[in-house]
């Protein structure tokens, strides 16, 4: 069974409309985070979060805002959606520290029209 | 800031044949380097995890080598099989808790019967 639950698996928008992506880890862990991966780019690192916290954030658009409601949540959402922003999105986690190993979800799919 | 090379972007072998892919990095500060497998429509799979003071390890079927003089990981899938198809991705942390990872851009392998 998964340990990190991602919903939806794949959503359509329109340009300009705003989608959150849920991501759900049951790992115990105190970190996650997430990530981009693109046609045009290689996985790319978003933003990181330790205890609920931002830890940091690569992302230079704030259409991006993480939002962690409880310790195992980091959801994301993203607003006035453009095609540019169509990517595979996956949620990680790991139990912290430097040596921590991440383990990822299985993406989110985001195709934006 | 960091920057990671990976080559070669597509890799066809036969199989039983070996399969050696190789990431070179920027930043003399990284200090933990990955291997990931992504299989299509799925998520990452955690090969291995090597430390700046290991430069050789073994796994099932591959071994990782680390040159931090050169900057330079590398992957050697021996005798691959056709479940070894699937991309491959090097990533890059520094000694820092961000959990932030550089990934290079993958490479695709497959293994013909």
């Known amino acids: 069974d998964p340990k990190i639950i991602q919903k939806p698996k794949y959503l359509v928008a329109v340009t300009g409309s705003e989608k959150i992506l849920i991501c759900e880890q049951y790992l ?16 790319e690192f978003m ?11 690569q ?12 310790k195992n949540h980091l959801d994301l959402q993203i ?24 383990y990822f979800g299985e993406g989110s799919k985001l195709t934006v029209l | 800031g960091e920057q990671v090379e990976q080559r070669p972007p ?16 920027t930043d003399p500060n990284s200090y933990y380097f990955f291997w990931y497998k992504q299989e299509p429509g ?11 003071s290991t430069e050789i390890n073994e796994g099932q079927g591959f071994t990782v080598l680390l040159n931090k003089k050169d900057k330079r990981l590398s992957l050697n899938l021996t005798a691959a099989h056709p479940g070894d198809s699937a991309a491959y991705f090097c990533a890059v942390r520094p000694n820092t808790n961000t959990g932030k990872l550089t990934f290079g851009d993958g490479t695709v392998l497959t293994v013909k019967p």
């Open chain 1, 28 to 43: 115990g862990h105190n970190a996650m985070y997430w990530y981009r991966q693109s046609a045009k780019k290689p996985l």
């Open chain 1, 47 to 57: 933003f990181s979060y330790s205890y609920q916290k931002l830890m940091d954030n």
């Open chain 1, 59 to 70: 992302t230079a658009s704030s259409r991006f805002q993480p939002q962690s409601s409880k």
């Open chain 1, 79 to 102: 607003t006035a959606l453009k095609p540019d922003d169509s990517a595979t999105y996956f949620c990680a986690s790991s139990s912290g520290g430097v040596t921590g190993q991440l």
């Open chain 2, 10 to 25: 597509h890799l066809s072998v036969r199989e039983g044949d070996s399969a050696f892919i190789t990431c070179t990095y």
């Open chain 2, 42 to 52: 799925a998520s990452l799979q955690l090969l291995m995890k090597v430390f700046s």
